[in-house]
Nanobody, 117 residues
Framework: VQLVESGGGLVQAGGSLRLSCAASGSIESINTMAWYRQAPGKRRELVAS???????KYEDSVKGRFTISRDNVKNMVYLQMNSLKPEDTAVYFC????????????WGQGTQVTVSS
């Protein structure tokens, strides 16, 4: 599975960005697609995930501000980020795991999101 992210950039605090991830290859009908982020000097953390059946999960700090969605026909996953804060600054990675595998098997290359104060 190949994952290609787009949509990162520089935005002022309070602004919005939309990240996109295009998946290709041997995509299983049951899968989870997710967004992770890694800030300098910090561990990579789950931001949001969406199961092929539709269930969603969000990291507490982004609840109410970020929305994950997916298009199963186009094999795309999106992350709409509103009310961005400087602490959201990180490299954001798209991730995929097939079936009920509990952790990501494939990663995108990452896209930088920088929020200025």
């Amino acid at each position: 599975v190949q994952l290609v992210e787009s949509g990162g950039g520089l935005v002022q605090a309070g602004g919005s960005l939309r990240l996109s991830c295009a998946a290709s290859g041997s995509i299983e009908s049951i899968n989870t697609m997710a967004w992770y982020r890694q800030a300098p000097g910090k561990r990579r953390e789950l931001v949001a995930s969406v199961y092929s059946g539709g269930s969603l999960k969000y990291e507490d700090s982004v609840k109410g501000r970020f929305t994950i969605s997916r298009d199963n026909v186009k094999n795309m996953v999106y992350l709409q980020m509103n009310s961005l804060k400087p602490e959201d600054t990180a490299v954001y990675f798209c991730a995929y795991h097939g079936g009920d595998y509990p952790i990501p098997e494939y990663w995108g290359q990452g896209t930088q999101v920088t929020v200025s104060s």
